[in-house]
């Protein structure tokens, strides 16, 4: 548990030594705060809620997780840093999940600095904040399991473009799984149970639906699965190409 | 009673090369082992797996009693690693740097072992600068005072003094000779005036075996220089044509400035008949050196016939 803290805490402390974590939120919070704006009408639709807020974060995540969790094991395979963590007294799985819960976290602190939205909503109508809760977790959850793609993906290169853009591939397809864009496409030659266990990974699907404020187990733990999957694979390339 | 560091038949194969074949040797508190090698030869792999960075294909590695496959918690708490290259991660200090790793290896006395490492090593100037503005010779000093900070029983060293002035060569030689005493240390390199200046023994690999392993002057008893006879003079065509008729002298090699060295035939000595020729010539006073023989004719000798 120590070494688990001290990874995650040089970890998080990594991001703020660099420029990245400003560049990071700065970027963010311009973003998520523009087109809620103007592509999500926030003011046109004039609903007390942060819908409009919201339905950008899948797209937002998609390019900038995938930004931040290149670098996770890409950048210490290629310093050759991996090798003094790694033969520290520390286990691959205290590592692995260190390493992804910093940046879990950093991106949690950019998404907790989006508050002033939430501010204005609640200046401007009465809105359910319940559900304005809910969809902030259910936004994390989301972070997670775009982090936890990245940092697997991370860990099986030591080039950090090469993991920025599979990262954000795979990603992209995880996001649409339940779309005809990606769905056709196995659907030719797949069996349809199998397509429709794929159309069910989608991203986008459960997070609407936390988004409108249902707030399902299924849901839930979707996302808590689908970390913990990634992860456990990200532990295993970790341990089989560390070297390489 | 075995020693810190056991490693027996090991084995790493890439794909159809074999880096690492079937090595075994035993290293015991206070020695000094020099693991030399031409580049390639499998000294960098044979660390990485006895640090239990990478997992070797077959064979054991015992480090301080534990077995490095089964227990590595264990093993690694009681080793320090100074890695090739001394990597350390760029954007923080030396004192954030340092603190991580004691955040993990949490040693006894963590303030004072802090402050032992940066005295020890001078690291107070640079103490508070992004690792990645700080000069080669500074980064290695990071990486030495990583591997020692929880003052390990064993200390792995790869390449410790390379890239650094000879100053700085001389300073860590130093401070690895202080730290000897009572540790077990195993350093690789290039430079063999390390090996004499440091080792108490050294094994020399290629192409993943083991070609020697002896104590640095045995191993200098191996080179054809060992009594060898350095004639400092001018010498007249005489003198050198009587020098080289002695019955003992192999081979006669004539000197970069002036002067010759003779070579003697194995298991002879030269010393007192090159005097005899000279003092028959009237060359009483010319000096005389006797060699006790070149590591690096002998790594030579040693490592080309594999390469070829």
């Known amino acids: ?244 | 009673m075995s020693g810190s560091v056991v490693v027996e038949n090991l084995v790493k194969v890439y794909g159809d090369l074999h880096a690492v074949d079937d090595l075994s040797f035993e290293v015991g508190s206070g020695e000094v082992l020099g693991f030399l090698g031409p580049n390639g030869a499998g000294k960098s792999t044979t660390m990485k797996i006895i640090t239990g960075f990478l997992p070797p294909t077959s064979g054991r590695v015992t480090v301080c009693g534990h077995p490095v496959e089964t227990q590595p918690e264990a093993a690694k708490r009681c080793l320090g690693y100074l890695p090739e290259g001394a990597p350390a991660y760029s954007e923080m200090t030396p004192w954030q740097f340092l603190n991580f790793v004691a955040d993990i290896r949490r040693p006894k006395d963590r303030r004072g072992r802090l402050d032992w490492v940066i005295g020890q090593l001078g690291l107070e100037p640079v103490l508070h600068r992004p690792v990645d503005t700080l000069s080669k010779g500074y980064r290695r000093r990071v990486g030495l005072a990583q591997s020692m900070l929880h003052d390990p029983r064993v200390l792995i060293m790869d390449e410790p003094t390379d890239g650094l002035d000879p100053n700085q060569k001389r300073q860590v030689r130093d401070f690895i000779n202080e730290m000897a005493k009572d540790k077990t240390i195993i350093i690789s390199t290039h430079i063999l005036e390390e090996v004499e200046a440091i080792c108490t023994r050294a094994i020399i690999v290629s192409a993943g075996k083991v070609l020697v392993d002896e104590t640095p002057e045995e191993l200098r008893r191996r080179s054809r220089y060992c009594n060898a006879v350095t004639v400092q003079a001018e010498l007249t065509e005489s003198v050198r044509a009587a020098l080289g008729e002695l019955e003992d002298v192999a081979v006669v090699e004539p000197e970069r400035n002036q002067g010759l060295t003779l070579i003697p035939r194995p298991g002879c000595t030269l010393e007192n008949a090159v005097r005899d020729v000279l003092l028959r010539h009237n060359l009483k006073e010319v000096p005389l050196h006797i060699q006790a023989g070149r590591l690096d004719d002998v790594f030579h000798t040693l490592t080309h016939n594999v390469h070829e």
């Open chain 1, 1 to 244: 548990m120590n070494n688990l803290v001290a990874i995650l805490r040089r970890e998080l402390a990594g991001y703020f030594q660099t420029p990245v974590a400003y560049v990071f939120i700065m970027i963010f919070l311009l973003l998520s705060g523009t087109l809620s704006f103007y592509l999500g009408n926030f003011y046109e639709r004039e609903q007390a809620d942060l819908g409009a807020f919201f339905t950008f974060h899948p797209w937002l995540y998609l390019f900038l997780v995938p930004a931040i969790s290149m670098r996770l094991w890409a950048e210490e395979r290629k310093t050759g840093s991996i090798e003094l963590l790694m033969t520290l007294p520390v286990t691959v799985s205290q590592a692995v999940l260190g390493k992804f819960l910093a940046a879990w976290i950093f991106t949690g602190i950019a998404l907790f600095l989006t508050f002033p939205i939430w501010l204005t909503v609640n200046y401007l109508g009465d809105p359910d904040n319940g559900i304005i809760l809910g969809a902030y977790l259910g936004s994390f959850l989301m972070a997670g399991g775009f982090m936890a793609i990245g940092a697997c993906i991370s860990a099986t290169t030591r080039n950090q473009v090469v993991a920025f853009i599979l990262s954000l591939v795979t990603c992209f397809l995880f996001l649409l799984s339940g779309f005809p864009l990606v769905l056709d496409f196995f659907q030719l030659w797949l069996p349809q149970p199998v397509v429709d266990a794929i159309a069910s990974l989608s991203f986008l699907t459960h997070f609407s639906s936390i988004n409108k404020g249902v707030i399902d187990l299924r849901d839930l733990s979707y996302f808590v699965i689908l970390i913990s999957v990634w992860l456990y694979a990200n532990m295993i390339v970790v341990r089989a190409r560390k070297a390489a």
